[in-house]
């Protein structure tokens, strides 16, 4: 992997600078938006990127912020621990003051130990492992639930409506994915359903065939997948192509068009957990049409959190009427705030203090529809 | 766990070899590239990546197309891609290898390093960081075994690979042990500075035992995407070093011994993925290939004699 994160730097550090280009007004409020822009999980930090964009546009489309524009920072983590906390130095050393991101749990959680001890405000739209609130952070916040929402959401569905004989739950032994991969396994066992199988496969491994075998001499009619898509479309895939049908589930970390684009018909009945769509909600229309004439998506689960963080930013910086991050991170814990994923208040911990999951069952097209 | 069953033995075994087939097929690039000049080709995991990529584009193409013929698919891509991948192979050792001949062996090695990051970034810039998949073109199989219960499931695609490698593995064999190059080759690896006194042109020599390393690599790398149907441009790395792991343990500078480390090291995957779990499945690759070195510190088919200078 060093090799990996090694060649990543380079571009990415070219990313930076890129950025940099762009900061030629003195007088904006810059806001960097961290996620990753290439590698396997891109997809993820189009959705992140898309949302904060149109915010920043369309609040500097009715004035800015107390005169001042707003101004996005892109910057490319590439979902990788180590190349988060370079990126974070990199922020620190820009004097930016406020975050939108990161997005990988296992990414964000190095960042947000430096935005706190450099005082940044950071609000991460998709980061769901509880551990990063846990910290006693006073700079992190999260507009997005964590996983001990969304695993228990999975495992009282697993246990109260699948009732399967055989439940085998995987993940791919990252922060994220075994973190809600063990919530799921607290609740089903809580349940009385004791998994026959608890096993982690290797990020960026091809093969399951071995995995596959296993399970279905065991007999497995459910597996829980805890991790992202491409391992978990090659999964699906390789699943059907055996004989083997179990029905999979899997985390919003999952729910996205690649999975239908890797397993083709084997991603047709595949349960997902997202966030509640935002872009059905009656009160988002102009914004869904926003997104809709610049040709994006505005359904992604990250968009409309991406959004709402970048809006908060801007609304505490209006509220407070000052720009310093320790400040404002204190009058967001203070006050709440009417955002496209609804009113929101945070806990002491940053954490919101409502956030909701939704089953989704997800189609061969890359279409899904809430499960009843 | 419950017990022990013969048919899921078997379906693993068959898992074990497929998986095996695309190791070795790596493996023999590393190894013939350490027999003729002692050193290791830290460049082939992305060639091999290259080859996946070629062969991935080419099958798309061919969709596009409408080429529908399973075997004018795997013919027009091996060729391709054979192509494509071997010129890379060629390039690399002009570049990388002929130049600093004569210089100390770590010079090399770090220029190879320096090729791999470059063509790493260079296929990352050309076709994008994402993962690139495409649906299989090669469906269905065999199924044995009750109707109820469990049945061995063999797909045509495994068949396909099996085939391929022995095809391909056969021909390298015979061309190593029956052609005039191949002599020649074997005349190097005995004796690089004896060789080139007694009138072989070990230059050129090297250079074809690089681009048939690539022309195994690209037969792996378009099996590797007809089967799984998903590359990215960092799939060279892990596949390298599992590929070097397979050489390694069959015994580096020996052709049969890549062949036979590759099953084996698949295998030991499969099978530790079966009855541990998982998790374990590099953990014991590795240990596997840890006490083969211990006791025969050459590997499986390795000589004695490996020293070289």
Known sequence: MNKISRNVLSVAVGAVILGLGGLAHADTIKIAVAGPITGPVAQYGDMQMSGAKMAVEQINAKGGVNGKKLEAVLIDDVCEPKQAVAIANQIVNQKIKYVVGHLCSGSTQPASKLYEEE????ITPAATNPAITQQGYKMVFRTIGTDDQQGPTAGKYIAGTIKPKKLAII????????GIAKEVDKTVKAAGITPVLFEGVNKGQTDFSALITKMKKEGVDFVYYGGYHPELGLLLRQSREQGFDAKYMGPEGVGNKDISAIAGPASEGLLVTLPADFSTDPANAALVKAFQDKKQDPTGPFVMPAYAAVQIIADAIKGAKTEDAVKLADYIHKNS??????????????????????IFTWHADATKTPVK | MSGFSLLEFIQQIINGLTL??????????????????????FAHGEIYMIGAYVGLLVITALGLF??????AILLVTLAISILVTGSYGWTVERLAYRPLRGSPRLVPLISAIGVSIFLQNYVQLGQGARDVSMQPVLTGGWRFGPADGFQVYLSYM???????????MTGLTLFIARSRMGRACRACSEDRAMANLLGIDTDRVIALTFVLGATLAAVAGVLVSMYYGLVNPFIGFIAGLKAFTAAVLGGIGSIPGAMLGGVVLG??????????????????AFALLILVLLVRPTGLLGRPDVEKV
């Open chain 1, 171 to 178: 993940h791919d032994k990252q922060q994220y994915g075994e």
């Open chain 2, 66 to 71: 409408g080429v529908g013929n399973i075997s």
């Open chain 2, 267 to 284: 295998l030991a995957e499969s099978f530790a993925s079966a009855y541990l779990q998982t998790e374990y499945k590099d953990v014991v």
């Open chain 2, 158 to 168: 495994q068949v396909l690979i099996a085939v391929v490698t022995v095809a391909f």
């Open chain 2, 20 to 41: 095996g087939s695309i190791y070795a097929l790596i493996a023999i690039g590393y190894t013939m590239v350490y027999g003729i000049i002692g050193m290791i080709n």
């Open chain 1, 337 to 358: 705030f009417q955002t496209p994923i609804g009113k929101v208040a945070f806990k002491d911990n940053g954490d919101l203090k409502e956030f909701q999951f939704v």
């Open chain 1, 119 to 122: 005082g940044i405000l950071m």
